[in-house]
């Protein structure tokens, strides 16, 4: 077995349980009246098993449950896997219980707790399933990236809830959701085993080669550049060298060992020595210019303030002179005039007149202030003769440094040309060297191309195995193989078309049957037990396949309310077969026996799980059933909540 149901159990938040026990390797039935929480059963189940999206409608169950647990089956030991009820409103959580061990029991309340998240119990659940590496490569120009198959896609062929057993066009559990349906194309070849176990080790082969392959042939056309093709490389190299003096313009080869010649002749080239200037000559000449140039400006200035002084002294001698010319007048008085006449008119003033005497004394202080000003004149003059002089000086000396460092700067200028050119050569001779060297090489290792059509001739091999072509044969065979054994259940349920071949679309994931006048696709059928009956007899003959082949998908299919296409929509709470005509009374019995048939016949690996109002009166039927939900029995104990005025939605 691949993975079985042992027991499903909820809890609430006092850390009272309820649990449901299953056979494993049997058809399990769940037989019970609306709102009793059957519908339920496949969310709970999709959660545990790794879901992190909380899909249980809102109700008594989300209100009353605090965690639900799962007990399973795997090959080679047993798991109780936990999960709590999302809080605070959120619709999500990654929080998971996990216990492995040989033989497990459920946990009591007390014990439950986060161990790990969804992603790791994925892995774990992944790889107990026997789901090796592999990995999907969509075709050449789709933008989407490559998919490996893990229990998340596993589980879109294990459910067929209430919405989807009947729907004629969509198959498959959650494909109407985005991204969905193409994960299911991509994975389900895997999953068959139409790309073969060993199909990611083979492609990783390939890759691997592949690179392998990419690096040798690039070594090969970068040597095959350095040769040139008919020698035209060698024949490239001779220009350049006589482009850069390394050859005469007249030396030219008369054929192809003639360049090869000329250009080994070269390979003991030497580069030219150059004198070159006294390394610090320029450095001392520049470091002399300093102070040369500070002293300039120094002495510039000592001169500047020198004629600033000079010129103010001229200004105060006029000034000087001016003024003593005023004051000498008084001389022209013997006696001290009166105070207050005027001494030339005689006229009576308001006030008095300066006293002679302080004229006078005025007159002598400017007269010696003057003849000092005369005395220090000279000494002015030597000194800017002086600095002047000095300056001139320094002039000279910066223009004769100047032109040391341009002499000096068009000598480095001269020899920094040659240098370039030597430089020129050295890379030419660099060039031919190598293109030597390729040739020694090419020579010397001829395997190389060998290697490269070794490695060439495994990548063809690997693809052809690896093929699109390849891949679509194994699958199309594999389909044909289903296709037949829908074919005997659907004419064994007596379905429309059933005369006809049946087969499934894996391009549209759909039924279709191949009529002489054209293919019928499900979506095209009438009748709710069409779309039944096919949707039962497609996942039971993939199950088989599964089975049959030791394929890694979980040996398991959990059915909702199949019977519903039988009874009229404005349904009461409780349904009976009673009700029905014979002729669908009939048609649910042969769809019950189906069922077990094929059960049985791949008895002890598949496990069956079925939730449905009908109850038929039959020996292997009434051996199945679990549970009955009728009668205030239902998924959650009513002591586990409140009672209200309307009965309570479970489902």
């Not at 006048?517 to 069409?530: F, K, L, V």
């Amino acid at each position: 077995m691949s993975l079985h149901i042992m027991a499903l159990a909820i809890y609430n938040a006092a850390g009272e349980r309820r649990e449901l026990r299953f056979d494993p390797g049997k058809v399990n039935i769940i037989t019970g009246a609306s709102k009793t929480g059957k519908t339920a059963l496949i969310d709970i189940v999709d959660y545990c098993l790794g879901r992190n999206e909380f899909t249980v409608r809102s109700g008594v169950i989300r209100d009353a449950v605090s965690w639900y647990v799962l007990h399973v089956q795997l090959p080679n030991n047993q798991a109780v896997i936990g999960r709590p009820a999302p809080t605070g409103g959120a619709v999500t959580t990654t929080d998971v219980f996990l216990e492995v061990g040989g033989e497990l029991v459920l946990p009591p309340f007390s014990a439950l707790h986060r161990t790990t998240n969804s992603d790791a119990l994925g892995e774990f659940l992944t790889e107990a399933v026997g789901i090796r590496a592999n990995e999907h490569v969509p075709p050449e120009g789709q933008s989407r990236l490559p998919l490996q198959a893990n229990i998340r896609h596993a589980r879109f062929l294990l459910f067929q809830p209430q919405n989807r057993i009947a729907d004629p066009n969509l198959m498959f559990y959650r494909q109407e959701e985005q991204f969905v349906p193409q994960a299911i194309k991509d994975t389900l070849p895997y999953f068959l085993g139409a790309t073969g176990d060993d199909q990611f080790e083979r492609l990783q082969t390939l890759r691997r080669a592949r690179r392998e392959l990419r690096l040798l042939e690039r070594r090969l056309a970068e040597e095959q550049e350095m040769r040139g093709r008919d020698n035209s490389r060698g024949v490239a190299l001779l220009a350049e060298a006589r482009n850069v003096g390394l050859l005469g313009s007249a030396t030219s080869p008369s054929a192809d060992e003639d360049a090869v010649s000329i250009l080994r002749g070269l390979l003991g080239w030497t580069p030219v020595q150059e004198d070159s200037p006294q390394g610090n000559a320029l450095a001392t000449l520049q470091q002399a210019r300093e102070p040369l140039l500070a002293e300039s400006r120094a002495v510039q200035n000592e001169i500047e303030a020198a004629r600033l002084f000079a010129a103010a002294e001229d200004e105060f001698g006029v000034e000087a002179t001016d003024q003593k010319h005023r004051l000498t007048a008084i001389n022209l008085f013997k006696e001290e005039p009166e105070a207050s006449r005027c001494p030339l008119c005689e006229t009576d003033l308001n006030g008095t007149v300066p006293k002679a005497q302080a004229i006078r004394s005025n007159l002598a202080s400017l007269e010696k202030q003057m003849a000092a000003t005369a005395r220090q004149r000279p000494r002015l003059e030597a000194y800017l003769t002086d600095r002047e002089t000095r300056h001139s000086h320094l002039r000279q000396l910066l223009t004769e440094n100047k032109a040391a460092i341009e002499a000096l700067i068009a000598q480095e200028e001269v020899l920094q040309q040659q240098r370039n050119r030597t430089v020129e050569q050295a890379r030419v001779i660099g060039r031919i060297s190598l293109f030597l060297d390729s040739l020694r090489t090419t020579a010397e290792d001829s395997r190389l191309q060998l290697q490269v059509d070794e490695v060439r001739r495994r990548v063809a091999e690997l693809e052809a195995g690896l093929a699109e072509d390849v891949v679509e044969d194994r699958l199309t065979s594999i389909l044909q193989v289903i296709g037949r054994t829908m074919s005997d259940w659907a004419r064994r349920l007596d379905l429309e078309h059933s005369e006809s071949p049946i087969g499934f679309d894996l391009k549209n994931l759909t039924v279709v049957a191949h009529r002489d006048n054209g293919p019928i696709r499900m979506s095209q059928m009438g009748s709710g037990e069409n779309w039944l009956g096919y949707h039962v007899i497609t996942h039971f003959a993939l199950q088989k396949w599964f089975v049959e082949k030791h394929r890694p998908v979980p040996w398991l299919l959990m059915l909702d309310q199949p019977t519903q296409v039988y009874f009229p929509s404005d349904q009461r709470e409780d349904r009976s077969l009673d009700e029905l005509a014979d002729d669908d009374r009939e048609s649910v019995k042969r769809l019950f026996k189906i069922i077990f048939d094929v059960t049985d016949t791949l008895s002890p690996n598949l496990q069956v799980i079925i939730t449905d109002h009908a109850d038929l009166n039959e020996p292997w039927f009434q051996a199945a059933v679990k549970e009955r939900w009728r009668g205030g029995n239902r998924l959650v104990p009513s002591s586990w909540y409140e009672p209200r005025e309307r009965g309570p939605s479970l489902q």
